[in-house]
C-alpha cells in the first residue's frame, strides 16, 4: 500500500460514511467520475475489493470493514498531531465542519462569523444548515450546535446558554387579523408548524398558574425552522420561533409576541456537540471557547428582513 495517500484514506472512510459517490463527490465538490477513479485507485493498490456496488448504493466488504478501521484511527492520528503542531505553534487552523438548524445557523452563527475569522484568520468554517439531528460520524461534521439533546457515550458537549422559543406574528398579521388574547383563541387563528420536529407543536403555556401544551393543527406547514420565521415575517400567521432570532426582531418592529403574558418559553440549554476524539483540536476548541464569549458578552444579531 506504499501509494496511498492520507487523502485516499479520508477519501473511503467518506464514501463508506455516506454509502454513496456522488454524495461524496458532491461534498469536496468534485466530479463523480474523480471519486470513481480514486475507489478505484484504492482497491487496486490495496489488491482486495472494498466496497459492493448497486443501483442502491454501495456497502463495505468484510475486508473494507477492516480498511475503514484503519482509515478511521490514522486519519484521527493525522488530526491529533496536527492539533498537537498547532497547540505548539500558538494558532488554530484548518476547516472545522459545523452543523446547526436553519434558525441557529442564520441568527447565531452567521452574525459571528466576521470576528470569528479575525480572531483566528487561518480557521475556515464549513455550515451544515438542515433541521435534521446531524451524525457526527457519518456526516464527517466536526461540531454540532444543539438544543437540549441527550447525548452517546461517544460525545461530549459544551454549553453556549440557552435557547427559548415563544409566539411571534408580524404587524400585518395583527392588523388584518387581531391577536389572540387567550390560548383558548388560537383555533381562530392561521397557525405556522413545523413537520420535521413535531414535539415543537405541541404550544407549552401557564393558564391559571397551571402548566399545559396546546397540541397545534397547522394551517401552514414546513419542515424547516427557517423557513417557519420567514412565513410569520410574511405575515401569512402565528408560528412558535426561538426567542434569539426573534427578540431582535421585536426590536426592529418587524414581529410583535403573541400570548406573551400566558407563553412558557421553556428555555434549553444550547450546547456545542462533539466526538470525544476530536474535541481537543484547537480548531474546534477555538471555536467553542469562542461562540462561548460571544453569548456570554450579549452578542445580539442585527438582523433585517429574512
Same mark, same amino acid.
Given at each position: 500500500?506504499? +501509494? ?17 459517490? $456522488? ?17 478505484? &485507485? %484504492?482497491?487496486?493498490? @490495496?489488491?482486495? &475489493? ?29 488530526? =491529533? ?11 488554530? @487552523? ?12 442564520? *441568527? ?15 480557521? /475556515?468554517? !464549513?455550515?451544515?444548515?438542515?433541521? /435534521? ?11 454540532? %450546535? /444543539? $438544543?437540549?439533546? $441527550? ?13 427559548? &422559543? ?6 400585518? *398579521?395583527? =392588523? ?11 383555533? &381562530? ?11 415543537? +407543536? ?5 393558564? !391559571? ?20 420565521? @420567514? ?19 421585536? /426590536? ?31 480548531? %474546534? ?9 460571544? %453569548? ?5 444579531? @442585527?438582523?433585517?428582513?429574512?
Amino acid at each position: 500500500m506504499d +501509494n496511498l495517500a492520507f487523502d485516499d484514506l479520508k477519501l473511503f472512510a467518506r464514501v463508506a460514511a455516506l454509502g454513496s459517490l $456522488s454524495a461524496a463527490a458532491r461534498e469536496r465538490d468534485v466530479p463523480v467520475s474523480q471519486v470513481s477513479r480514486a475507489l478505484v &485507485r %484504492i482497491e487496486k493498490t @490495496s489488491g482486495v &475489493r472494498l466496497v459492493h456496488r448497486s443501483t442502491h448504493g454501495l456497502s463495505l466488504t468484510a475486508e473494507g470493514e477492516t480498511f475503514l478501521s484503519y482509515c478511521q484511527r490514522i486519519t484521527g492520528a493525522l488530526d =491529533e498531531l496536527q492539533g498537537e503542531f498547532a497547540q505548539q505553534t500558538g494558532g488554530a @487552523s484548518g476547516l472545522v465542519r459545523v452543523a446547526a438548524s436553519t434558525v441557529i445557523a442564520q *441568527y447565531f452563527l452567521l452574525p459571528s462569523l466576521a470576528e470569528l475569522n479575525r480572531r483566528h484568520p487561518l480557521l /475556515r468554517v !464549513d455550515l451544515e444548515v438542515n433541521d /435534521r439531528l446531524t451524525d457526527l460520524v457519518r456526516d464527517g461534521v466536526d461540531m454540532a %450546535i /444543539r $438544543s437540549g439533546s $441527550s447525548l452517546p457515550d461517544t460525545q461530549v458537549a459544551r454549553a453556549l446558554g440557552h435557547l427559548g &422559543r415563544a409566539l411571534y406574528a408580524a404587524p400585518a *398579521y395583527a =392588523e388584518r387579523a387581531g391577536l389572540p388574547q387567550h390560548p383558548s383563541e388560537l383555533h &381562530r387563528h392561521r397557525l405556522i408548524t413545523n413537520t420535521a420536529a413535531p414535539h415543537l +407543536n405541541q404550544w407549552p403555556f401557564i393558564v !391559571d398558574g397551571h402548566a399545559l401544551k396546546w397540541p397545534v393543527e397547522g394551517y401552514w406547514r414546513t419542515n424547516s425552522t427557517g423557513m417557519a420565521a @420567514s412565513m410569520v415575517m410574511q405575515g401569512l400567521g402565528i408560528g412558535r420561533l426561538a426567542t434569539l432570532a426573534a427578540e431582535p426582531l421585536v /426590536r426592529q418592529r418587524l414581529l410583535v409576541p403573541v400570548l406573551a403574558d400566558f407563553v412558557d418559553d421553556q428555555p434549553v440549554p444550547l450546547y456545542a456537540v462533539t466526538s470525544t476524539a476530536r474535541q481537543r483540536l484547537p480548531k %474546534i476548541q477555538a471555536c467553542i471557547d469562542f461562540w462561548v464569549e460571544w %453569548i456570554a458578552q450579549g452578542h445580539q444579531p @442585527s438582523v433585517t428582513t429574512p
